[in-house]
């Protein structure tokens, strides 16, 4: 669902204005925020099922991980008007390089979001913010249903960007991993889920 309008004029920020706020301390890592769109948005509470479920993402993710790329978990990827702080991303190069700046869509071959609460912020705004960004796949795990939703061919920039191709994966299936066009691995579905449900 998208983020709702306030009833009284605000003002959206721009990205350098976000990073300036972080560096006076206004933004603090106390401030469970992170910016979508140029809005300053709560990030969702995790529960155990989530906090698993991202655990076990990166696990499955790390194991058949290309030389030449890391997986990060719940750092900020820096766009256009945003900086999410995805689940789990796939990034390319060494930890090391980004000891200045945050990794760009550029970098990124792959974004996961771990969904219970969030489904609805996690299908409406974030996809859109990864589909406008040109993030090739974004992988949504979708903690209701029980399964991984897979998302790609980004639109990019657009009034209403979008992935223009969907696939739903359940449990008994599996995923195969994408970079630049080529398959790394591929993982289970049901190695992403926690057990139950």
Known sequence: MPVAMPPEPVCRLSVSQYHEMIAVGILTHDD????????LVPKMVKNPPHSTARHFTTKALEQILPSGWHVRSQEPITLSDSEPEPDVAIVRGDPEQYGRSHPGPRDVALVVEVADASLARDRSIKKQVYARAGIPIYWIVNLQERRIEV????????????????????????????????EAGRTPVAALLPSGG
């Open 32 to 39: 469970t925020v992170e910016l979508l769109e140029g809005w």
């Open 151 to 182: 998302y790609t061919d980004p639109s990019g920039p657009a009034e209403v960007p979008d992935y223009r191709q969907h696939k739903n994966h359940a449990v008994g299936s599996e995923l195969s991993l994408m970079i630049e066009g080529r």
